[in-house]
């Protein structure tokens, strides 16, 4: 059986396989990325799409962790999966190794879009989520952004940041592996060549200067920005690693992008008798205007930004639109 889609004539015995090279050559613009991630967020809070609580599984050694997402995206009429694996989480870097996967389906049709591999899907979404809550969340005037790590979110913080909140004019940069450190210089020069980092040592004075934290690094950062070392009116957000648990419990208010996932994924910043605090809002309820973000210039915000699979949606389906449009994947006659 073949249908006609928005794409092309689709055989709906085959899913077509967009690699990580299929989609490398695919260029979309940081502004752009941030369009189509608030669209899914604003359309998330006025109920039009789904965004179930994830499915999560890890050994009791930690060695590994696996998580499954499901959602619907009601602009795009698009379902899709997501699922990701991380083996190694005690190993540097390079021998860790990581698999994420996304799975789209024309909801309208009924048939499969594509499988992608989802890698450059949350390269770009988890930077435009971070640069969008300090959008919403900074306080009014903030000049100095601090970026802790130099993996795969850190290397595009800076640029998304700078897209969002165009009045910072200091940028500091905190990591521990040269290779990473180049690499996020070389793609702030690639989307703004006129702007230029500062590699910082004394975290703790980096910290104390920043308006807004953003930390990226993995879980075998030294770095660990405690509560005290922050300016009064400070937003960090946290993506990864590199803030102590004390800039949740000590902040004036919490925003999460998903207070559940929160609860799942964020217990490694649980206080010392286990007690992980409750968000005040959620973040698509805050940019729809139905729940207050900052209420007050002075006010410490904390920012946990765990990423929601109707995000990855919005993106893998802009990424696939251009993909197919340009004949790039693998037809896998999966289901013959």
């Known amino acids: 059986m073949t249908m006609t889609t928005g794409f092309e004539l689709v055989d709906d015995r085959c899913l077509c396989v967009l690699s990580a090279g299929d989609l490398a050559g695919l260029d979309i613009p940081p502004a752009d990325v941030v369009e189509v991630v608030e669209q899914a967020y604003r359309t998330l809070a006025d109920g039009r799409s789904d965004n179930p609580r994830k499915l999560t599984v890890k050994p009791a050694d930690g060695h590994s962790v696996a998580y499954a997402m499901l959602g619907r995206d009601g602009v795009r009429d698009v379902v899709a999966v ?10 540097e870097r390079d021998r860790q190794h990581y698999y994420t996967a996304l799975t789209l389906y024309d909801d309208a049709t009924g048939l499969p879009v594509a499988m992608m591999d989802c890698g450059r899907v949350g390269a770009l979404r ?9 959008r919403e969340l900074a306080a009014p005037g903030s000049r100095t952004a601090l970026v802790i790590g130099t993996g795969t979110q850190g290397r595009l913080a800076l640029p998304f940041l700078l897209t969002t909140l165009p009045g910072l004019d200091r940028l500091l940069l905190f990591g521990t592996h040269q290779d990473g450190i180049r690499a996020v210089h070389e793609r702030l020069h690639t989307y703004f060549p006129d702007r230029e980092a500062e590699t910082v040592d004394d975290l703790r004075a980096a910290a104390a200067a920043a308006d807004v934290v953003v930390a990226t690094a993995g879980p075998n950062t030294p770095a660990r920005v405690e509560a005290d070392w922050l300016r009064p009116a400070a937003l960090t957000v946290l ?9 949740l419990h000590r902040a004036d208010r919490v925003i999460a992008t998903s207070a559940a996932q929160m609860r799942v994924t964020g217990t490694d910043m649980a206080d010392g008798d286990g007690v992980l605090r409750t968000a005040d809002a959620e973040f698509p ?8 973000g900052r209420t007050d210039a002075g006010q410490s915000l904390f920012a946990y930004n765990s990423g929601l699979v109707v995000t990855d949606i919005a993106l893998g389906h802009r990424f696939a639109q251009l993909a197919l449009a340009q004949g790039r994947g693998t037809r896998v006659p999966l289901w013959r």
């Open 126 to 134: 988890t930077p435009a989520v971070s640069a969008l809550l300090a």
């Open 82 to 91: 997501k699922t990701s694996y991380k083996h190694g989480l005690r190993e």
């Open 285 to 292: 309820d805050v940019l729809a205007g139905r729940a207050p």
């Open 239 to 247: 993506v990864g690693h590199g803030i102590a648990p004390s800039t």
